[in-house]
């Protein structure tokens, strides 16, 4: 394991939230009412935002349209099971605040903000691997970075969301995945990017299929316009230890992500000494140069 790190030293690119093991029915998301800034500064830099990445999509000929997402507001916790409350926003008003203008909340405020929920996975293959993906250079968030595999949590016609069928849905989307693929799903908790405060569940989806099986499935997806290669460790402590060192860039919520996976299963010392690891190259390059697409 690799040396202790001094916590007035070190960067940490992600928060925690809650921590624990949340299995399918454990968590609920209640969706009630729309979220509309109510600065008129605000507004008008989000919409600013927005038709600066459409002009840059079009120079580009991405695909970038906005997409209904849904607002973290706050969550409840008993460590078995998870609450989460949220309203209606979009992803407009996501690039607009969190993920170009995070510097305008951290001086200002959060009280206009996005702050879209996010659904994403790490998967643990059957011969002992896990796998992250790079994204593509077009998407508008995190180009070019490691990155759990998921998306924004969409709102229901219902007002409650289920998101178990969220993760599932995306990574069906983006690997091919069926429900006879997967071994076990489970929430390892919520965490935000320390930076532009993005909350996102992240979950350990451990797959019946080996890496090759899951590359061959990867390969075989028509659209890799959010991501177009896998990015790989063994299982282990050692290894996933030097990947969070050596993978750049890397986002912060995958950053999170394995380090919530390494806390459930190589404990509280590795934990402790690895999410502290200097990684700045997590926030060396947010933004797409010419749009992106959506997620």
Known sequence: MPPAVERDACHVSFVEETFGDFYDGCISIDVRGEHKPTEPAIQTMIERTWDEVLARAQ????????????????HTSNGAGLHIEAERTDYATYLGTNQYNAERG?????????????????????????VCGKRSDKVASHPGFVHTFGGGVEPSS???????DEIRRELCE???LVESDIDSLVCRGLLRDATTRQPELVYDCHAHLTLTQLSDRFSAVADHAEHISLSVCRDNGWS?????RTARPI????FGALCFHGRRWFG????????????THCLARRCAPEGGAHD
């Open 158 to 164: 219902g007002g409650r969301i289920n998101p178990f």
């Open 251 to 254: 986002a912060p919520v995958a």
């Open 59 to 74: 120079r580009s000929n991405a695909v970038v349209f906005n997409g209904p997402l849904v607002r973290y507001l706050r």
């Open 174 to 176: 983006e690997l091919g």
């Open 268 to 279: 509280e010392d590795w934990y402790t000494t690895n999410r502290c690891l200097d990684h």
């Open 106 to 130: 951290a001086k200002t405020g959060w009280r206009d903000f996005a702050d879209p929920l996010g659904a994403s996975a790490v998967i643990v293959t059957s011969d002992g691997y896990l």
């Open 240 to 244: 996933l230890s030097e990947f969070l």
